[in-house]
């Protein structure tokens, strides 16, 4: 796919001088769209990229509240060409801004809604636009619009609870670790120095704490370097190498309970995505595929490309999902009295409130659960070390 790029214009139009920027795959195709609206171009060229700054980035969340903002417009009667001036002017982003400006002058000359989104890519992937398309082709684009703001407000929010369980006790850890190193590398020191002068045999435990000390004294830096690299290395692999992804995706399921809490959130995922898809009159076979790409985790992308070749041989939705041992019972039997009752776009919406009010009770328990183990973590290491530098203190107390 042809990567989106920003131009420069300036022109003439009735003997004024106009300028303005646009942004498209093909130059070419934007110069014809600034003569149908009348626009002698007479400099056409790439916009100028900051050295350092590219701009705040357009998140999912952002696109979220876009299409809130459109699926209100036109279920309010405003016709499709002024609805997005109007949220251009309400958009406190400049660059989404801008690309919603460049997708209302595409439409105005008269390209579908779809397609002009399709040019944004990176914004707007096909799953989105799919979703648009059916849409404008059934006449109920407003309808279509509202389900998709629906779907990418849960999702996002889905998104945040998952990562909540992950990022928090990260980051506890990474604080403690960051408070440890301090103590071994610029407090144990000091008390090395007086136990040096002390004329007798220092207890064990202070003996290892001090060697601790020593090695992260003189090589602190490497472990700096290996840390940064492993995390390096792990990013680079998780976005080119599918025998990694599909092992590393496949091992973060198996982990105490953020597995399950990954677990859940890739059903109510695959869950949500299908059932607002099919609701949208896409052909099953067609949505299996884009929520094949929705799914988050390559274990399941493969299980639902499965999932979709035995459709496509004759097979019924639900009893291809038992057949790959990664859909729970109650997935597989909702999606069967779905496909009984000729209502499967209902079930499966259950089916993804449900699991999704499942990660959020267990997000709940695991930070419940966490704190006063993370609070003893910190104080086995932080007092560990602080008991093993004051031992000598009090065994020479004693003593004398």
Not at 127 to 150: F, H, K, P, W
Not at 385 to 394: E, H, K, Q, S, T
Request: net charge positive; with cysteine.
């Amino acid at each position: 796919m042809a990567k989106t790029v920003d131009y420069v214009w300036t022109g003439t139009k009735r003997g004024q001088k106009v300028s303005g920027e646009l942004s498209g795959e093909s130059a070419p195709a934007l110069k014809t769209q600034l003569r149908r609206q009348g626009i002698a171009v007479r400099s056409f060229k790439k916009k100028p990229q900051p050295l350092f700054s590219q701009g705040k980035k357009i998140t999912p969340a952002d696109i979220a509240v876009f299409t809130r903002q459109m699926a209100t417009m036109l279920r309010a009667g405003v016709p499709l060409v002024q609805g997005l001036g109007m949220v251009v002017e309400g958009l406190s982003h400049p660059r989404l801004a801008k690309i919603i400006s460049a997708v209302q002058d595409e439409v105005a000359s008269g390209t579908a809604f779809a397609a002009a989104l399709r040019q944004h890519p990176q914004q707007f992937d096909d799953l989105y636009c799919s979703l648009i398309e059916a849409g404008e082709q059934t006449g109920a684009l407003e309808t279509l619009l509202d389900r998709v703001a629906t779907y990418k407000e849960k999702a996002e929010a889905l998104k945040k609870k998952v990562k909540k369980a992950m990022i928090y006790p990260i980051a506890v850890l990474v604080v403690a670790a960051i408070c440890t190193g301090v103590l071994l590398v610029k407090v144990v020191p000091q008390f090395a120095e007086t136990f040096a002068s002390f004329d007798a045999e220092l207890p064990a435990f202070t003996q290892m704490v001090l060697r601790i000390s020593e090695s992260m004294q003189a090589t602190w830096y490497l472990y700096l370097v290996a840390i940064a690299g492993l995390i390096f290395l792990h990013r680079r692999l998780y976005r080119s190498a599918p025998k990694y992804i599909g092992l590393f995706d496949a091992n973060v399921l198996k982990m105490p309970v953020i597995g399950d809490i990954l677990y859940k959130g890739v059903l109510a995922r695959f869950s949500r995505t299908l059932s607002t898809t099919f609701a949208a009159g896409v052909p099953l076979v067609e949505a299996l595929g884009n929520v094949a790409g929705a799914a988050g985790n390559l274990v399941y992308a493969r299980a639902i490309e499965r999932v979709r070749e035995e459709i496509t041989g004759g097979s019924t939705l639900n009893n291809a999902m038992r057949g790959t041992g990664l859909f729970p019972p109650l997935a597989v039997q909702m999606t069967a009295i779905g496909e009984e009752s000729g209502a499967l776009d209902d079930m499966l919406d259950r089916v993804a409130s449900h699991y999704e009010a499942e990660v959020d009770n267990a997000v709940d328990g695991l930070t419940a659960l966490l704190e006063p183990v993370i609070m003893s973590v910190l104080a086995v290491l932080i007092g560990g070390i602080l008991v093993a530098m004051y031992l000598p203190i009090f065994q020479l107390g004693s003593v004398v």
